[in-house]
């Protein structure tokens, strides 16, 4: 992408061209002038600004080792806090007319000058003083007495003190995150997001996501003309604009420093590293990227970063977060424990600066992440990113599954999608994923619905906003933690096997697909009964990993049996890795009954070579154990033929039950974005089913059905729940979903 919407007669102005001096450095004796706040009356939370008349002697007033300017806010009782200030310049926009469309232009409003902004979360009376630091010495000045006005306000966003696994605001208040990444404009800049904010805020909407690199972003801190210790002062006002409109709106924003890219050589997708400002090729001090980790002066640099992301938009409770990194595993020559080690002492360091205490996290591209970090007390949540699932609910629930005993603090997808290349609008025009991933996310235990990718070229254009709109309206007012939920039980009823199971074809494929460590990359094992039904502690491995490549993701499978009758048993080889191919041992009751070698036929290439052979084994009638291997140098991917298993029920449910309100979602399984792209659903109703409810309150309960595409009530009417918690429900015709809201009566 090219530089969006700004003049290079701006940025030569405005940001530091080349080597030299600074263009906004000072040589006058420190003084502080004087200090105007723009008010002086104020409620809690509410921003007071102010504007500071300083001199100083410094080079670049973006490197506190050479300007520091604070400001002491002391209460009348408490604790003081401090607030760095920071270097701003006004701009005006407006939208140009050129050969390429309608483009944002900054022209400036005023000279650049210091400033503070403060919120404050206690009401009182405040004295604020200002000091500044430079090379000649220290000055200060004068007292400023603020009062604070008690005020009914959200506040910030926490981690739930009672149940880890959900955010709270400060008012006490459950906070479940509705949204979706909206990281950079086009050419438009700011006024793309007049376009797409409000249509988040009309559907109610609570959250999105934007990224601050790399350099040709609309928020770019950090580009090749500010340098790699600089501030782009044009789009920190372009990020002022969009998160004054968020707190307008009230939306919250979580802000993402950096992203893979400026660590990635362009050889790779998506790479910029040899475009980025921290390269010696570009003015910044360093000789190869994994040195961003351990650099003492780009070090310096990035705490002086976070230092002007906490003086500027720190005072707002719609920060949502501070995000270090976007998919920090795929930059080139990722290391964990480097990560690790980076990540805690910076999270460490910003919790020292930032007196609002806003949440921390990161986020990785690989769904499994990296536990190191992802276990780090001094990151708040967990995001997971996940693309290219065919089922969606599915493949989410997998990740949550792999994620969720190890950590005790919120969870929810940063990014999903049905794959990363941008073909969404064409896949899947209605939205089928983004509608599956949020009502499946209450049930699967998230702390917010997933966030969708493609916010421009697919959410915007389709007018996907109203799927968050049926979701909020469904579940409004439901408070997670205050009913203290617990997973929905359910099984279903009153329709006979053949319309309650798919038809049984045999055939197991597994889901889970992972090239990195994760609980299904271990050896398992799988129990099917004489009756059909597969049982499996962990998901089984799409993928049945070799032992030269990667012993440590070695997965073989074990199955544990019981035959209704003598019959064949089968392993489906379909593609064979391209890096020196796989091997196939089957074992019955100890003894080696078939032995196969995949040879990697194109040596030349990685591709993968397509086998999609079935290899048979003959199996008495009763109880047996199969071990299905690889010992051979690599992967391949990998089904089970089992005559006589039964497929999936063709319904789902997932939900949540509380001690006086539930939320229950039920899904035609078949209704997944790529059958419906495919032509493989067809909407033939599922008649007559029941769904029974375990797990609840005995007593009476109103029941409300949904319909969970216009996100309205369809009926509603009292049912009870006898002593062992079962609640029996009649669905309706099911063609896609339905979904149920229970209210106890009193």
């Not at 530091?16 to 006058?28: I, N, Q, R, V």
């Not at 926490?158 to 990281?183: K, M, Q, S, W």
């Not at 966030?451 to 915007?460: A, C, G, I, K, R």
């Not at 997932?654 to 035609?668: A, E």
Request: hydrophobic share 40%; with cysteine.
């Amino acid at each position: 992408m090219t530089w969006n919407g700004l003049e290079w007669v701006l940025i030569c102005v405005h940001a530091f061209c080349g080597a030299g001096e600074h263009p906004l450095s000072m040589d006058k004796p420190l003084r502080i002038a004087g200090v105007e706040a723009d008010r002086t009356e104020a409620r809690v939370f509410d921003r007071i600004t102010l504007d500071i008349a300083l001199d100083a002697s410094y080079g670049n007033p973006f490197r506190s080792e050479e300007i520091r300017v604070d400001v002491e806010a002391r209460p009348e009782s408490g604790e003081p806090f401090t607030v760095p200030a920071f270097l701003y310049q006004p701009f005006d926009r407006r939208l140009e007319d050129t050969d390429r469309g309608p483009a944002e232009r900054l022209q400036p409003a005023g000279e650049p000058r210091w400033q503070a902004r403060l919120a404050f979360p206690k009401a009182g009376r405040y004295a604020l003083r200002v000091t500044a630091r430079d090379k000649t010495g220290a000055a200060e000045s004068e007292s400023i007495e603020v009062n604070i006005a008690p005020a009914d306000v959200a506040g910030m966003a926490r981690t739930h003190p009672l149940d880890h696994r959900y955010f709270v605001t400060d008012r006490g208040e459950t906070l479940y995150l509705i949204g979706a990444n909206v990281c950079w404009a086009g050419a438009r800049g700011t006024f793309d997001y007049d376009d797409w904010l409000p249509n988040y805020a009309k559907v109610h909407a609570n959250f999105f996501r934007v990224w601050l690199n790399p350099s040709w972003m609309t928020f770019a801190m950090n580009t090749r003309e500010s340098g790699y210790d600089g501030i782009a002062l044009s789009n920190a006002w372009r990020l002022d604009y969009v998160l004054e409109q968020a707190e307008r709106l009230g939306l919250r924003m979580m802000v993402c420093i950096d992203s893979f890219n400026i660590l990635r050589s362009k050889e790779a997708l998506y790479g910029v590293w040899e475009d980025s400002p921290y390269t010696q090729a570009n003015g910044g001090p360093l000789a190869q990227s994994q040195d961003y980790f351990t650099d003492e002066t780009l070090l310096a640099a990035y705490r002086d970063r976070l230092r002007y992301l906490v003086a500027r938009y720190g005072y707002s409770a719609n920060v949502f977060a501070w995000e270090f990194w976007n998919e920090v595993d795929i930059i080139d020559h990722y290391d964990s424990e480097v990560a690790a080690a980076w990540h805690a002492d910076m999270a460490r360091f910003l919790r020292t600066l930032d007196p609002w205490d806003h949440l921390i996290t990161t986020s990785y591209a690989r769904p499994q992440g990296d536990p190191r970090v992802d276990g780090l007390p001094e990151l708040d949540f967990v995001q997971t990113h996940h693309y290219q699932a065919n089922d969606m609910v599915r493949d989410l629930g997998l990740d949550i599954a792999q994620k969720a005993a190890a950590q005790d603090r919120p969870h929810f997808h940063g990014e999903y999608g049905i794959d990363h290349g941008g073909r969404a609008r064409e896949l899947d025009p209605a939205g089928v994923h983004i509608h599956n991933g949020a009502f499946s996310s209450v049930g699967q235990l998230q702390a917010g619905v997933p966030m969708t990718w493609w916010w421009d070229s697919y959410v915007h254009p389709q007018n996907l906003y109203p799927i968050y709109g049926a979701f909020y309206r469904w579940s409004a007012g439901f408070d997670f933690v205050r009913q203290r939920v617990r997973p929905l039980d359910a099984a279903f009823a009153g329709i006979d096997a053949s319309n309650l199971r798919t038809p049984a074809d045999g055939l197991f494929r597994p889901d889970a697909t992972s090239w990195e460590p994760a609980p299904w990359n271990r050896p398992a094992t799988v129990r099917i009964t004489r009756e059909g039904d597969l049982q499996s502690d962990l998901p089984v491995s799409r993928l049945l990993h070799g032992v030269r490549n990667h012993p440590d993701l070695h997965n073989p499978v074990t199955f544990e049996i019981d035959a209704p009758q003598a019959t064949p048993f089968g392993v489906l080889v379909e593609g064979v890795s391209g890096h020196g191919g796989a091997a196939l041992r089957i074992h019955v009751d100890g003894e080696t009954v078939l032995s196969e070698e995949f040879a990697d036929t194109d040596q030349d290439t990685a591709t993968l070579t397509q086998y999609d052979l079935t290899y048979r084994v003959p199996v008495p009638e009763g109880r047996h154990t199969i071990v299905v291997e690889n010992p051979g140098n690599d992967w391949f991917y990998v089904g089970y033929e089992v005559p006589w298993l039964r497929a999936a029920p063709i319904l789902r449910a997932f939900g949540v039950v509380g001690d006086t309100q539930s939320l229950v979602w039920i899904q035609h399984r078949a209704h997944t974005w790529s059958n419906v792209a495919n032509g493989d659903f067809v909407e033939s109703p599922v008649a007559g089913a029941r769904v029974i409810l375990n797990g609840l309150a005995e007593g009476t309960w109103r029941v409300e059905q949904w319909d969970t595409r216009e996100g309205r009530v369809t009926g509603s009417n009292l049912h009870r729940a006898g002593g062992d918690g079962r609640l029996e429900l009649a669905l309706p015709p099911l063609v896609r979903d339905v979904a149920f809201r229970l209210y106890k009566a009193q």
